[in-house]
């Protein structure tokens, strides 16, 4: 029997750190790269505007390299492809807003006339280089995103891309978890890569349907006030939702920043945003509008420096001046190494007389990433021979769960707790970090699945007597 041809997965960014997402899959010397996106510098990096994948590989084979694929449209899986077509020419491959998302970046780049852009559709399979590629509808916080089976030689790479298990989702296309157990079942999936960014956080992602019932109260407790609502430009979902809440509390939707106005533009003509007829107003114009009659959707979530929420809170935003009794809704939770920025923007809303409404005081943001429950669903329907968590902090990557019973064996710090009882002693030397096996509490007797649940449980709860 002729041997089959080897499988080599290789990472050039996102194992064990938030962002710059890329890797490449490889068969027979030809590669598919599998992502590309950038990160946020840390704060000690001053200088530094973005840090990208690691290229040096794919240029030493350029040859080699056949195509691009994305999962979904966010900067940190897209946003490198304006660095990496300045050295490669190769067709990219992802949903049409995805695509429509990365085009936006790689227009700005000057490199439109380097990019060729192949769209696919929800459950399409595709010859790309030397595998067949299908793409399977997932939910995450931007539509129309995908996790990728990869068709080899050695049996199916399966790539969940950043996902949750919504069951109400806003456009209501869940996760095809039932194609994904067809493979399973067909084919076996010999290697799973998931998302580990929620590994830590026990239970299930609430839906994203849920932030629009917040939306509408805060709304509705903002009556005669000018609402301001950030959130990520690209999050469709969410500007849905917002527009809902802000069109039946009778105001008119403004946008402001850049992409903000470029993705609502892009929603639009792609039918994947629904604007009533005159709700949305020019921002220039909404100073002839009474203050209960204006919402505005802005950027800057992240507290980025001069996006429009930063210049808004340091007095500086030509189209918006905060005032006494505006509400600004800050409709996301920092990315990790963001929480300095997003504190220093919300304390000077403050200082402006604004009320500030956060995700730590409503439930204005839930993430877009699986928890714990949604984890272990995903590895019992896909049973896969082996596995990598990715997309997370080494922290996450270490407690996502390897079996839908059990837990990555690997360890961060030597000095890890092995079982409750000895983590619970060794609390105050740890960082809470390293992942726990599931255990019985010894001084409650409950069931604890995390160091920090364990930490909290030995925190709140009196010591046994022996
Ligand atoms: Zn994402």
Redesign the pocket.
Known sequence: MAKRSPVRVVFLGGLGEIGRNCACVEVDGRIVVLDCGVMFPDPDMPGVDLVLPDFTYLRENAARVEAVVIT?G?E??VGGLAYLLRDLEVPIYGSELSLGLARNRIDEAGLAGRAQYVEVTDGERRSIGPCEVEFIPVT???PCSFALAFHTPQGVVLHSG?FKLDLEPVDGRRTDLARIGAISSDEGVALLLSDSTNAEEPGFTYSESTVGATMARVFAASTGRRVVVACFASHIHRVQQVMDAAVASGRKVATLGRSMAKNVDLAQRLGLLDVPAGALVEIEDIDRLRPGDVCVISTGSQGEPMSALSLMATGDNKWFQVTDGDVVVISAHPIPGNEWSVGRVIDELHRRGAEVVHSGSEAVHVS?HARQGELRTLLAVARPKAFVPVHGSTATSSTTPSSPGGWASRRTRSSCARTVTSCVSMRRGCIGTAPCPPATCTWTGRWVTSVTECFETAASSPRRAS
């Open positions: 979904h966010h940190d899986h995450h916080s931007v950043d877009g």
